[in-house]
């Protein structure tokens, strides 16, 4: 064996002369963008929302847990905002983390108002992403 840390085929600068031209890897850009070209992640993400398959990619692959998700949403409305339309009342708690460890101390478990801890679980992690993400565009 050589000290060589590449397979023979590294060397071998031949190897592709019999393919089919047909068979050949051509390399596209999404629409908006131009190959060879730096960008950084928000132009990205703007000219690229397609790369970002949210109904396919999250929606259909996690439609229960969804669910159980959007009851902590519900129930928690209800506990502080009582008769009020649903909506994220941020000002009210902003430990994510040292909540989520509290329910994950009790996973297997529901709660006194009967949803899941692992549901609430799942509920702070998705709150402590955005609020990362939201304090990292405000920068």
Partial sequence: MSDNKHNKHYFDTERNKEFDPKSYVTMSVPEGLEFGTPYNLQDREIKCRKDYPV???VVKYFPDALMEVSKVSRVGNEQHHAGEPL???KSKSADH???LMRHLLDADDCDEDGITHLSKVAWR???ALQDKIDKEKKL
């Fill in 125 to 127: 992690a998705l709150a």
């Fill in 55 to 57: 109904y396919t990619g």
């Fill in 87 to 89: 909506h994220w009342d």
């Fill in 97 to 99: 983390l040292d909540a």
